[in-house]
């Protein structure tokens, strides 16, 4: 109160002023980021608002991936479609404030000892001043809002303050969406945890049935052929079943279990081959396998063939419009661990559809497989400690990598 005697008329005018303008930045930017559903939206009208808010030219923003702890950058497009890049943990003034957690105000960025011009080189924006602050949740740094090119003069510690009441706002609406689309992701598992518990229940019935005729056709008759034939419908009943199994776990959150026995990669790949290769020749598609050297290894051999056969599945859905198909199935040691790759040469994939491939239930077409069949492909994948990466290019093909980064060679 007597710091407040002490001011002038005039300065006590311009802190109520500031005051109001801050009141007036908090109701509006609290109005403007409600009701959102999707992440992707949401981002976009927090940088349209903030790009306006602050009187700049552009607004970008930062986010750390849960799961992986990549940075992920997002910026808009003159589409009003979200642009990402993904990156590491390297140099640069936003990578900086990432981790220490305090906001910077740059007036003069291509000066800045920190400033990365990978940025300006790839998009062709000219930065010439910056503002980045935290994003925070429960003290937790979540990412950065930045503000670039103010329109009229330099960035103020004024302006800094106010682009840190936006950040505060906009990060309650970022965890807010994810949290919701956290819970509707739930409950379409539970329900298709639901189905998947009553056709099982079905299925298993029918299963036996089969099964059990399949076992006294083998026995009342001794010709050799009828006897393979029974194995082999057998197999497949097996794996309908224990498929229904994975969907099941899967559903329900559950990790999904593994039966793992000693196998050579190579062996085992040139096996799947060899029994899928028949349908791909009757689709039209040229299938081919390419070996590298081999390797021992643990490897649930069914649940892997079910992951695999996802990939390739995804691969025929993609090549439908094709002229030329081709398949390309590999495997073996490659720089001292194994791997499985599946590649084809069908138009590809943009990068928004690359990003959400894994994720469950996404799919950009009504038809295909981009539903639940990759999500548990990752899930199989994880399970056996290895990683999946998805690559692909527009006009070229997309490639399938599974590498068992958890291998030892056998002494």
Known sequence: MNDLQTLEKQDLVDI???????????????????????????????????????????????LIHEETQEFIFYTANSEQKL??????????????????????????????????????????????????VPMTIEKKIMGTVQTLNKIDGEYTEHDLHLLNLISAQAAMAIEYVRVNEQKILRERMATVGSMASAIIH???????????????????DENASFTEYCEAINREVDKLINISHELLE???????????????????????????????????????????DDCNMSLDQDKMARAIQNLIRNARVALEENPEKKIILK????????????E????????????????PFYSKEKKGVIGLELAITESIVRGHKATI???????????FTITFEDYQPSE
């Open 16 to 62: 109520i002023q500031k005051r109001d303008a801050e009141i007036d930045a908090l109701l509006k930017i609290n109005q403007e980021l409600k009701g959102f559903s999707k992440l992707e939206d949401l981002l976009i009208q927090i940088m349209n608002i903030t790009k306006e808010m602050m009187n700049s030219e552009a607004c970008s923003l930062l």
């Open 83 to 132: 642009d990402e890049t993904s990156f590491h943990k390297g140099n640069g003034i936003t990578k900086n404030v990432v981790t220490t957690g305090k906001p910077v105000i740059v007036n003069n960025v291509q000066e800045h000892p920190k400033f990365h011009k990978g940025a300006d080189d790839r998009t062709g924006f000219v930065a010439r001043s910056m503002m980045c």
């Open 202 to 220: 079905d299925l298993r019935n029918s299963m036996h049935v089969i099964s059990g005729f399949t076992q006294i056709i083998s026995i009342e």
């Open 250 to 292: 899967f559903s329900r959150g559950s990790k999904i279990s593994l039966s793992v026995k000693a196998t050579s990669l190579n062996d085992y790949l040139r096996f799947f081959y060899h029994q899928t290769k028949k349908l791909h020749e009757e689709k039209g598609i040229d299938f081919t396998l390419e070996l590298y």
């Open 331 to 342: 495997g073996g040691l490659s720089e001292g661990l194994p791997v499985i790759i599946v």
């Open 344 to 359: 084809d040469n069908s138009k590809g994939m943009d990068p928004k559809t690359l990003k959400n491939i894994f994720k």
């Open 389 to 399: 990466k998805a690559e692909s290019e527009i006009g070229i093909g997309t490639r």
